[in-house]
Structures are given as structure tokens and as C-alpha cells.
């Protein structure tokens, strides 16, 4: 079974500011991790995600995220946020292999707010 | 990609009283999911549905409480039955992206927001 914790419920931010997304999981088997993203009024859309080489993956608007497996982390970062950004951003992990299909373990979510 | 419909989008119910969400996917699918987000929690699997079988549900979930048919393979249907306030979350239907490279790629409604009185 695999776990996820996201550091941080709501994380506020001046537009043009860096900012990070904790994220943490365990599991005792290889994982696959993700973000997914939740702008106002709209549906879950998938943001980024590992499943395997290149530990640094990017989205295509600025967002990038490293899996780190020595501290089970899978933080998400953008060196400068628009306003746009404003969103909940979900972590979530799947464990690798098996026949688990469409089931992921989601985090609680962080609200990022961005401001003018 | 996909693009999943729900509906209803949110609805305010009575307790005691059951109610049926249905979701529409534009292609063909051989398994649709159903999450459940309550209020400041993170979503939570209910289960799968299957075209031609039964769903199959995680532990915590079962099909008395929450009844589901596949009909065919773009539509699904979750009930919720004889609601409580502790049903009150959105419920989502999601399908996964097909191929390796798309593991864990899930494409979600809108959901169905329902509030229990």
C-alpha cells in the first residue's frame, strides 16, 4: 500500500514569486508519481508525472518536479508563478506493476493562491 | 485524452433518499472509476466498473451503499443510496489513458457535487 502527505494545505504567493510543493509518499514497492492540478471551476487534469529515467520532469507551463527516492519526495516547484497558477495541486502515487489500473493514492491537496 | 461528462454537476438532497450520477466518456473504455472527495480530504477510489461484470470495490465501499452499472463502454452510473450528511463530497468519474506511457494518466469529469441535509 502506498501513502501520500503534502506538507502544506494552502501555500499563498506574490505573482513572479518561486515557490515549492511538498509532497512525501511511502511505499514499500517502486512507485510511479504525478501531480494533478484543479484550476476554479474546472476538472482534475494531470500536471506532471515520473515513471521512470530522468529523476526532473517538466510541465509544459514552467512547473518542474523531482523525484527523490532516498527521501520519498516528490516536491513540485516553478521558479516564477503567474497568477493563472492559482489552483489546488494534488500529489499522488501508483504503485509499479501490477494490475492496480486507474487506482492512485492521492495527497490531501495544496491550495496555491497567487497574488497581484 | 478523454472527455468524461457528468451530471449532475451538484445537487442538494434529503437523507434517506438515494441518487443516481451518470458519466459519459467520448471513446471506448474497458474500465471507468469512481472517486469520492469529501471536504478537505484527498480522493479516495470507490471503485471500478467494469463493461460486462460486476464493479469491483475498495475496502470501505460496497455495492449496496453505492450500486453502479456499466451499460456499455462509454457510460457508467454511480448511486448513492439512502444518503447521510457524511455522503455529502464530489464524486468523480475517471478513466485511464491507454498505453505504458500513460500509466496512471486519469481523465476526470467535472464531478457531482452533492450536499446531504
Known amino acids: 500500500a502506498q501513502s501520500v502527505t503534502q506538507l502544506d494545505s494552502q501555500v499563498p504567493v506574490f505573482e513572479e514569486a518561486p515557490v515549492e510543493l511538498r509532497c512525501n509518499y511511502s511505499s514499500s514497492v517502486s512507485v510511479y508519481l504525478f501531480w494533478y492540478v484543479q484550476y476554479p471551476n474546472q476538472g482534475l487534469q494531470l500536471l506532471l508525472k515520473y515513471l521512470s529515467g530522468s529523476t526532473l520532469v517538466e510541465s509544459i507551463n514552467g512547473f518542474e518536479a523531482e523525484f527523490n527516492k532516498s527521501q520519498t519526495s516528490f516536491h513540485l516547484r516553478k521558479p516564477s508563478v503567474h497568477i493563472s497558477d492559482t489552483a489546488e495541486y494534488f500529489c499522488a502515487v501508483k504503485g509499479a506493476g501490477g494490475t492496480s489500473y486507474g487506482k492512485l493514492t492521492f495527497g490531501q491537496g495544496t491550495i496555491l493562491t497567487v497574488h497581484p | 485524452s478523454a472527455v468524461i461528462s457528468q451530471k449532475p454537476s451538484r445537487d442538494i438532497c434529503q437523507r434517506g433518499t438515494s441518487l443516481t450520477i451518470q458519466c459519459q466518456v467520448d471513446s471506448q473504455v474497458t474500465m471507468m472509476f469512481w472517486y469520492r472527495q469529501q471536504p478537505g480530504q484527498s480522493l479516495t477510489l470507490i471503485a471500478t466498473a467494469n463493461q460486462g461484470s460486476e464493479a469491483t470495490y475498495e475496502s470501505g465501499f460496497v455495492i449496496d451503499k453505492f450500486p453502479i452499472s456499466r451499460p456499455n463502454l462509454t457510460f457508467s452510473t454511480l448511486t448513492v443510496s439512502n444518503m447521510s450528511p457524511e455522503d455529502s463530497s464530489i464524486y468523480l468519474c475517471?478513466?485511464?489513458?491507454?498505453?505504458?506511457?500513460?500509466?496512471?494518466?486519469?481523465?476526470f469529469g467535472e464531478g457531482s457535487r452533492l450536499t446531504v441535509l
Open positions: 475517471s478513466v485511464e489513458g491507454r498505453g505504458q506511457g500513460r500509466i496512471g494518466e486519469l481523465f
